[in-house]
Structures are given as structure tokens and as C-alpha cells.
């Protein structure tokens, strides 16, 4: 691999791509510590450690790098377009304009991506100003009506470059930008947490064993990961032979790759932002005493982590967005119709509804694999630290690992596909070439 890397700096344009997309990150690096004026960082710091640690904007907190927790311009991080892209997704297959839209080609995905960006802006200041109504209502914090306004600017406008950001580094760089960005985010934040660990084993909070055994999870976690992203089932497809204009297509096979995770991280997010959405309204009511306080206890307790029902709730949402998401990504119709369409089959399945059958019931499996794995991985940020005795240190469960390792695996097949452009050896050797 570190031959192939070589390989592609030796390249001029792959060269220049490379520093576009480490300038790129450098950029959001000094943004993510540009404080927005009106707020003290130590105020949101006792906040996320106090009653709103426990809500969403914990989970703001993680995938901006700790710039929420800093107030930083890149607050909001790139959640909004998360949140954005969801939605359009759902409406896509609950609205035939946007559906027949998408399938238009190229200029469709335009239309659609430039819908995601007007939400993005729109969620971006209903989300910026709801933090700072929030806060406002913080013991010792008062922020003035014109400072709400100009937090919530500053905020939209942060979070709205980054989503500039990360298109501009998909056009000019290697690598989907806003993965990246997310990445780069997410490994902002292991200086923080490793200072914090250290401390911790200082203090006498965890033991140097409990060191060894959280690299130990670190990397059979990060092997796991590897293993599920890259495996698909291969499903055989024969091609007949086909007229097209004054050309002859040849009989041949191939294969359907269909992936054991094709829903990546959003089951995980979606199950997170559903959990921790009554925590964070908790966190919020001003209600000490009295029958509420009851009401607030029981929302407060519905975080992933608080109690062995939520947590096991919480795997249970896993699962199910697994197959929610799954369902939205992948048509199988669709898929049925297209083989038929072009005159290619399944061996020993007939075309139309055998074929749709046939996939549903391979996908189906794939998608039960794929859903315990995540539910697995994302258990793993409330197990390990009882294990270990870090409680700081959440990069070896959750999220933040899984887009890691997802994250670098698509730049390096990103930087690959250039090489083999070039007719370089990318970085999976073939032994039959």
C-alpha cells in the first residue's frame, strides 16, 4: 500500500488532488477552532458534562471533532446535511416528482442536490437557533435577543462552508468530501480524549491493563469492521446476446455484488437521534419537583447506556433502520425489472417475479447479517468502557470507529481507481495479472 501511495504522489494530477484534499482539511482544522462571538466554550463545556450530555448535542458534538463543545464556527458540523440527505431520501420514495426526478439522470441528481442544500441551510438555522434558546435557558447564561441572531448566522454559515467544503473537495480531490469532512472531525477529537485517558490512569480512575485491553477491542473492532465493509454476496448473472444500433453484444457472465452493510452508519444515527431526542427535551424542561419530575425522569432514562431495557431498545432500532434504510437504497424491483430489461437472468431463476423473489430473499439475509453487525458495533460504546474503565475514550464503539475505517477504505479504492486508470498496481495485489 505505501508503494502504490508513492506511486500515486508520482503522479502530477493525482498529486495535485492529494494536496487539494489535505489543504481542504487544513482549512476546516483552523475553522473548527474559530470561536462564535456571544458564548464562552466553558459554558457549553459544563453542559454537555452536566444535563445536556446525556441529548443529541452530544452526538453534534462527536461528528464536528469537538467543535460544538469549543462553540467553534464548525459547531453544527455537517449534521445538517446528514439530516438533509435523510429526508430527501424518504421523500424520494414517498413523492413521484422527486422519484421520477432522480431517475431523469445526471441532471435530476442536480435538481436533487441543490432541494438537499436549501434544507440543509433551512435545518442548519432551525438548529442553530434551537441550541442557543437552549442555552439561553442554562443556569447563569443569559444571551441577548441580537446575540441569538448573530450565534445562529454564524452558525448556518459555518456549517453551510463546510457543505461547499466537501463539494469541492469531491470535484477536485479524491474521495467523497463529506465523509472526509466527518472523518477529519472525528480524529480531531482523539487529542482531547487521549489527554483525557491519560489523566484518568493518573488519577487512578483505570488501570494500565484496562490500557491494554481497549487496544485489544481497538483493533479486533477495526478488523470486524474491515471484514463486513468489504464483504458482498456475488450473485451470478448471466448476459444473452443483444442488438444494439449496428452492434453485436457478446453471451458472457458477471456478478451482482450486493454488500453485507449497504446501509452503512445512518441505522446507527437514526437509532442514536431517536434515543436520545426525549433526553435532550429532558434536558430542557425546567421541572425539579412535582408529578413532571417523574415524566422527566422517565425520558431522561430512555438514553442508550442508562438502563439494560434502553440499551437493548436501542439495538432493537438498529436493527429495524437496517432494514428501513435497506429498503430505500435498494430497489429490488427495480433491480428485477433492469435484469429483464436488458435481456440478462440468474441462473436457474426465471425472469420477472422469480427473480424479485429470489433477490428478496437474498437480500433479506445479507440485511440480517448486516443489522446485527451494527447493532453489535454500536452496543460496543456502552460495553467496553464497564470492561476497561476508560469512559472517555468512545472511538473503539459507535459511530465514530465505523466511519473511520468506512471512510478510509473508500479513499484508498478512490485513489486505487485512479491508479488502475493509469495501469499502476493499486493496492490489492492481483496474483493472475
Known sequence: MIEALERAWSIPELKRRITFVLTMLLIFAVGAHIPVPGVSSKIIDAYLKGKGGGGILSLIDMFSGGSFRRMSMFALGIQPYINSSIIMQMMTMAIP??????????????????????????????????????????PGVHILPFQIATITVALTAGSSFLLWLGEQVTQNGVGNGISLIIFAGILLSLRS????????????????????????????????????????????????????????????????????????????????????????????????????????????????????????????????????????????????????????????????????????????????????????????QYIVPSLTGFQTFTLVGGTSLLIIVGVAIETMQAIEAQLLMRNYEGFIKNENR
Open 193 to 380: 480524549q487521549a489527554l483525557q485517558m491519560y489523566h484518568q490512569i493518573a488519577a487512578g480512575g483505570a488501570s494500565w491493563f484496562g490500557l491494554i485491553v481497549l487496544l485489544a477491542f481497538f483493533v479486533g473492532t477495526t478488523l470486524l469492521i474491515v471484514f463486513i465493509t468489504q464483504g458482498t454476496r456475488r450473485i451470478p448473472i448471466q448476459h444473452t446476446k443483444r442488438v444494439v444500433g449496428m452492434r453485436q453484444t457478446q453471451a458472457g457472465a458477471s456478478f451482482l455484488p450486493i454488500k453485507v452493510n449497504s446501509a452503512g452508519v445512518i441505522p446507527i444515527i437514526f437509532a442514536m437521534s431517536l434515543m436520545l431526542l426525549p433526553a435532550t427535551v429532558a434536558s430542557m424542561l425546567p421541572i425539579e419537583t412535582g408529578p413532571l419530575s417523574k415524566l422527566k425522569y422517565f425520558m431522561d432514562q430512555m438514553r442508550p447506556g442508562a438502563n439494560p431495557w434502553a440499551t437493548l431498545l436501542y439495538a432493537l432500532l438498529v436493527v429495524l433502520f437496517t432494514y428501513f434504510y435497506t429498503a430505500i437504497v435498494m430497489n429490488v424491483q427495480e433491480m428485477a425489472d433492469n435484469l429483464k430489461k436488458y435481456g440478462n437472468y440468474i441462473p436457474g431463476i426465471r425472469p420477472g417475479k422469480p427473480t424479485h423473489e429470489y433477490l428478496e430473499r437474498v437480500i433479506s439475509r445479507i440485511t440480517l447479517a448486516g443489522a446485527v453487525f451494527l447493532a453489535v458495533i454500536a452496543l460496543m
Open 97 to 138: 416528482q422527486l422519484d421520477a426526478l432522480q431517475k431523469e439522470g445526471e441532471s435530476g441528481r442536480k435538481q436533487i442536490a441543490k432541494i438537499s442544500r436549501y434544507l440543509t441551510v433551512i435545518l442548519a438555522v432551525l438548529q442553530s437557533m434551537g441550541i442557543t434558546i437552549a442555552l439561553n435557558h442554562s
